[in-house]
């Protein structure tokens, strides 16, 4: 079945405690994308692959760091988490970036509470 | 002090009717327009998409009308089921997809 999927599911953790949400996708997408989606603000993109090795910045990249070693694996790393990163996230994946249609397909999303 | 979001535009439909959701979009040069569904405790689902010339699609059961003049874009739901209660939200792609902040519908029973 063709998925992305974002482990762990949620999670509770500490203001400076280094985290890592996993994302996996089986379709051989090139692109991959992290967002985050808060009440009022809708889905702001974090940061976004456009193929292995290849990582650039979105809307709201300041406290997280991704890296994209393997085209299926993208995940987000949170050195040192402050409550403001209390949110919902998504991982979301697409063939590419510059094809005719870009459907992205997204991850289960990952709630994350930082205290 | 504590933030209180916004609230999500609420659309109540009785089950059997048609839902219209609507999106408005800011940039002239979006070339690419998709419609997601997101359920309580869901990652967003794609439902239809449309490209910037085309006027209307449709799908199993929906149909997604844009119209460029006044940058405005359509989700209609035929006979809307209780199964359709979610979020929806359109996104716009001007090199990379920006996403609404969605409409929330409800069917009743």
């Known amino acids: 079945e063709a998925q992305v999927t974002q482990n762990p599911r949620y999670l509770i953790t500490v203001t400076g405690k280094k985290l890592t949400v996993t994302c996996s996708q089986n379709m051989n997408h090139e692109y991959m994308s992290w967002y985050r989606q808060d009440p009022g603000l809708g889905l702001r993109q974090i940061y976004y692959?456009?193929?292995?090795?290849?990582?650039d910045k979105g809307d709201v990249p300041e406290g997280y760091k991704v890296s994209r070693k393997e085209k299926r694996n993208f995940p987000l790393i949170l050195e040192s988490p402050s409550p403001n990163q209390t949110s919902l996230y998504f991982c979301?994946?697409?063939?590419?970036?510059?094809?005719?249609?870009?459907?992205?397909?997204f991850g289960a999303g990952t709630r994350l509470s930082v205290l | 002090g504590e933030s209180v979001g916004l609230h999500l535009p609420t659309l109540s439909v009785q089950e059997g009717d048609n839902s219209i959701i609507n999106c408005a979009y800011s940039n002239s040069a979006s070339d690419y327009f998709i419609w997601y569904k997101q359920e309580s405790g869901k990652g967003p689902q794609f439902i239809i998409d449309?490209?910037?010339?085309?006027d209307k699609r449709q799908g199993q059961r929906v149909t997604v009308l844009l119209n460029k003049t006044v940058k405005h874009l359509s989700l209609q739901i035929a006979a809307t089921q209780p199964g359709d209660s979610a979020v929806y939200f359109c996104?716009?792609?001007?090199?990379?997809?920006?996403f609404g902040q969605g409409t929330e519908l409800s069917v009743k029973p």
């Open positions: 449309i490209r910037s010339n085309m």
């Open positions: 979301a994946s697409s063939l590419s970036a510059g094809s005719s249609k870009n459907i992205q397909y």
């Open positions: 996104a716009e792609r001007r090199g990379k997809l920006i």
């Open positions: 692959s456009m193929n292995v090795e290849v990582t």
